[in-house]
């Protein structure tokens, strides 16, 4: 079975841009959570989606936003980027959204300029 | 709040045990968990505790947490060039929605 998938790999933005990451979790699986992972730092969590809704928001500004798709992949979209959200977007799936095993995807490496 | 610290770097050699420590602050903390992230890798979960044990063994991997103290610890045996990695210690709550959070990471580096 395939783990959980991120694309793209790698994103080079420039201050001000927008991005959209994307994220498949694993098959069967309902619950997508987002991390945002500053280099030298452990990761901090951003949302978790559960069956297409919100359940849970980190201390993030209202530049970042996400959603679910009816077949569970998720997007997360940040606005007027800053230098400051160059890291790495790690993505996590789980069977339910209140179960304690996540499966974390590989990530995607952002840079801001 | 929730705040979990972990100590930056140990180096141990080939063979021996490896034991990295863990603090955290949030009493109501239901899970307790370590993670390994090798170089640009994702993280992959190694093992996981419940608050209300004291010891959990998989394998190479024992886990010990002191609730009283809130200190967790993971004891590598045997360690391996294939463990270095950096290993974070993280924590979550029963109920509400599934929120991780995780300390700063140990860097471990095993010496052939």
């Known amino acids: 079975d395939a783990g959980v998938t991120q694309s793209p790999t790698h994103l080079i933005k420039t201050r001000g841009q927008h991005v959209t990451l994307r994220c498949s979790p694993i098959?069967?699986?309902?619950?997508v959570s987002w991390y945002q992972q500053v280099l030298g730092q452990g990761p901090q969590f951003i949302f978790q989606y559960y069956e297409k809704e919100e359940r849970g928001r980190g201390n993030f500004p209202d530049r970042f936003s996400a959603r679910q798709f009816p077949n569970y992949s998720s997007e997360l979209n940040v606005n007027a980027l800053l230098l400051g959200d160059s890291a790495l977007y790690l993505c996590?799936?789980?069977?339910?959204?209140?179960?304690?095993?996540?499966?974390f995807g590989p990530g995607t490496r952002l840079t801001v300029t | 709040g929730e705040d979990v610290e972990q100590s930056l770097f140990l180096s141990v050699r080939e063979g021996d045990s490896s034991v990295i420590n863990c603090t955290y602050t949030d009493s109501s903390s239901t899970y307790l968990y370590w993670y390994k992230q090798e170089p640009g890798a994702g993280l992959q979960l190694l093992t996981y505790?419940?608050?209300?044990?004291d010891m959990k063994q998989d394998q190479r991997l024992t886990v010990l947490l002191n609730k009283k103290d809130k200190h967790l610890s993971l004891r590598i045996a045997d360690t391996q060039t294939g463990d270095s990695a950096i290993y974070f210690c993280?924590?979550?709550?029963?109920?509400?929605?599934?929120?991780?959070?995780f300390g700063t990471g140990t860097k471990l580096q095993v010496i052939p």
């Open positions: 505790i419940f608050s209300n044990m």
């Open positions: 993280a924590e979550s709550m029963a109920g509400g929605y599934q929120k991780v959070t």
């Open positions: 996590a799936s789980s069977l339910e959204g209140l179960g304690f095993e996540q499966y």
């Open positions: 098959s069967g699986h309902k619950s």
